[in-house]
């Protein structure tokens, strides 16, 4: 029984944790989850661990859209 339990809980982790599902697509009913998942708080502990301080060449020809520093890389 534990591992159904945590088998689904980590499905629910991963479904709403940022990589699969935007955050502002989430059904208002569901918005609660993103905020408990440890997988997006993990995940947001490392960008803001590795991503500041770093410049980044633009992939476009203008660079318009694109992300050129480290710090917009957790709120782009």
């Known amino acids: ?3 159904f339990i945590t088998l689904t809980e980590n499905l629910v982790a991963l479904q709403f944790g940022g990589y699969y599902v935007n ?6 009913a569901l918005r609660w989850i993103p905020s408990v998942s440890l997988i997006k708080h993990a995940f947001e502990g490392l960008c803001d661990n590795e991503f500041p301080g770093l410049d980044f060449e633009p992939v476009s020809a203008d660079g318009a859209g694109d992300i050129l520093k480290g710090e917009q890389v957790r709120w782009a």
Not at 23 to 28: L, M, S
């Open 23 to 28: 955050a502002g697509n989430v059904p208002r």
């Open 1 to 3: 029984m534990g591992w």
